[in-house]
């Protein structure tokens, strides 16, 4: 019994006071309006905690404690994979990931609460305008797809799944230092020797130490986009983090995460080694390394489930998909570079009639 009222229990929905309609989150205001009044509800902040970060290690050991988790309906995207979020009484919808039907909603999906929450800056018209300029300015894009972007289809804000890690590290490191110095050489040059210099490296071997604080490693929780768009929407102003509260989601969408907080942790741990690679590189100095072992200690991991917003288009224009991604709080938009072969063509014909026209011009003028 509880089982189902739990579901019907929609806490994404926020009725009006005054007529009963769907209140909205709006960004311009950061107040909660309704569509069919325009009465305006603030925010209920109270009880809302600070944005803190939780212990990577007793999570994987203990598992969360009960009021971190909370159930949700998701239903699998047939075409793309995305964990589409399903309300109580929803029965289908487009996945806005690729524009596919998806019909819900079938199992409940316990997850880890979000702690963090960046709301959306931008309105749907800020974000039309981001992605029409960005349209515009590639010139090789079709006309039509120009003009069918701009007539209003429909975007859809969208929470990201993301997960923040924080980690002390100290690093051992063992490898050689090259410097690099000259030698003369006589070779034979047509004949006659001749004196060239040629460069020898001095290796020696060295050993330190270096130490780093990551502060917030962004891994996207989520398969569902290419890493090529949501790599190129950052930065994303992390600082700015708001408290997680579901208000923020009246009217809009959110994707479960998919990447679990293990997996999601193995990913942030590359990105250390890369950067503590660089780091033991910059430290032996000279003008080149080479790295034999190195030997770091991982401490203080902690971690933050976060949702940050993205305005999202997907259109089938003449039988491809195209789709752009907006960061939903600075405007940086990203998306699939359509080009007209016709338009590149009668581009590359044009600068070929320009080079043809200089060069008899300069043949004219240096006569
Ligand atoms: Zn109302
Ligand atoms: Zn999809």
């Known amino acids: ?46 009880g809302v905690k600070p944005v803190v970060e939780q212990d990577f290690n007793s999570a994987l050991q203990k598992g969360v404690p009960a009021q971190d988790i909370e159930e949700t309906q998701v239903t699998p995207c047939p075409n793309c994979g995305a964990q589409v979020e399903f309300d109580a ?39 039309r305008k981001e992605m029409t300029q960005w349209l515009g300015g590639l010139w090789f ?18 929470y990201l799944p993301y997960w923040t890690f924080d980690a002390q590290t100290k690093s051992q490191y063992h490898g050689q230092r090259g410097d690099d110095y000259f030698v003369n050489k006589t070779v034979m040059r047509d004949g006659k020797p001749t004196t060239v210099q040629e460069r020898r490296t001095k290796w020696r071997h060295v050993s330190g130490r270096v130490a780093r604080f990551f502060d917030d490693i962004l891994v996207l929780a989520s398969p569902s986009l290419p890493e090529k768009f949501t790599k190129d929407l950052a930065p994303w102003d992390l600082s700015e983090m708001e408290p997680y509260l579901p208000d923020y989601l009246a009217g809009f969408e959110a994707e479960a995460y998919s990447v679990e907080l293990e997996d999601g942790y193995v990913i942030a741990a590359k990105h250390m080694e890369r950067v503590i690679l660089r780091d033991v590189k910059f430290d032996i100095g000279g003008d080149r390394q080479r790295v034999h072992d190195i030997n770091t200690q991982i401490s203080d991991v902690t971690f933050k489930h976060v949702l940050l917003p993205i305005w999202m288009a997907a259109y089938k224009y003449k039988g491809k998909s195209y789709r752009f991604v907006v960061n939903g709080r ?24 320009v080079a043809g026209i200089a060069g008899y011009l300069y043949s004219q003028y240096s006569q």
């Open 1 to 46: 019994m509880t089982e189902v009222q739990s579901q019907l229990v929609d806490p994404r929905h926020f009725p009006c006071q005054t007529c009963g309609g769907d209140l909205r989150y709006n960004p311009t205001s950061s107040h909660l309006a309704c569509v069919h009044c325009g009465e305006t509800e603030a925010l209920d902040l109270s």
């Open 89 to 127: 009484f929803e029965k289908a919808k487009e996945c806005a990931f690729c524009a596919t039907p998806v019909v819900g909603a079938s199992a409940p999906h316990r997850h880890i609460k979000p702690r963090g929450i960046l709301p959306f800056a931008l309105t749907e018209e800020e974000a």
């Open 141 to 158: 894009a079709p006309n039509g797809l120009q003009k069918y972007a701009r007539k209003g289809r429909k975007i859809r804000g969208i």
């Open 330 to 353: 600075t405007g940086r938009v990203q998306g699939e570079r359509p080009y007209s072969i016709w338009k590149i063509a009668s581009a590359t014909a044009l600068a070929l009639i």
